[in-house]
């Protein structure tokens, strides 16, 4: 079954460094998504990308991170300068084409890059 | 008001038994619905999918769904130790948005 494929598994970083989360979306699939969870707390949308521009994003997702889909397959998030509370898990997830009156396809979930700043 | 609010147990169940879980949301106008299971460490895993008023099965699983009270279930019957995880509710809350919002989840312990 075709899935979402997330690296590094885990990354340490010292706060105030750069970090680039990497996916791979499901391959016909044309909306993606980043999430975060922090430690023993809710699941947090952050963006969602289709066509090739950000679709929404929530108030978490300020400046300091940014989206690309720099080819045809990858989908990373950039954290610019990372803080200490940006430490969490950090899913990508994937769903199929949406059309006004359908249903809402479900999204499909990487393994999670977790997160840890220091 | 939260989007998606669930009870956070944890809800303990013997094993055999049915697991009742439960969500509400906000914005009326919803239209999708879905369960995901989440083991401890793990990503969400899909478990089921609801569009319309009324109840859908699948296996052990049953969601119900009452638009009108925007109330949203899941029974987990002969439930399995395997089912301990944390249970999240998941709404798309406006009709030309393409996001998904989650609540908090829902903590089962399944008892052997």
């Known amino acids: 079954e075709p899935e979402v494929t997330q690296t590094p598994s885990h990354q340490v970083t010292q706060m105030g460094q750069e970090v680039i989360l990497r996916c791979v979306p499901i391959s016909n699939h044309l909306y993606f998504y980043w999430y975060r969870q922090i430690l023993g707390q809710k699941v947090e949308f952050l963006v969602s990308f289709y066509n090739n521009e950000i679709s929404e994003k929530s108030e978490i997702f300020d400046d300091q991170f940014s989206v690309e889909r720099p080819d045809g397959s990858n989908f990373t998030l950039k954290i610019r300068s990372t803080k200490l509370e940006d430490s969490a898990m950090y899913f990508c997830?994937?769903?199929?084409?949406?059309?006004?009156?359908?249903?809402?396809?479900?999204?499909?979930f990487g393994n999670g890059t977790r997160l840890t700043v220091t | 008001q939260k989007e998606v609010e669930q009870n956070s147990g944890p809800l303990s169940v013997p094993e055999g038994a049915i697991a009742s879980l439960n969500c509400t949301y906000s914005d009326r106008v919803s239209q999708s619905f879905f369960w995901y299971r989440q083991y401890s460490g793990k990503s969400p895993e899909l478990i089921m999918s609801?569009?319309?008023?009324g109840d859908k099965e699948d296996g052990r699983f049953t969601a119900q769904l009452n638009k009108a009270s925007q109330y949203v279930s899941l029974l987990i019957r002969d439930s399995q130790p395997s089912d301990s995880a944390t249970y999240l509710c998941a709404v798309k809350p406006r009709y030309n948005n393409n996001d998904m919002r989650f609540g908090a989840g829902t903590r089962l312990t399944v008892k052997p």
């Open positions: 997830a994937s769903s199929e084409a949406w059309r006004r009156g359908w249903p809402f396809s479900p999204l499909h």
């Open positions: 609801i569009y319309s008023n």
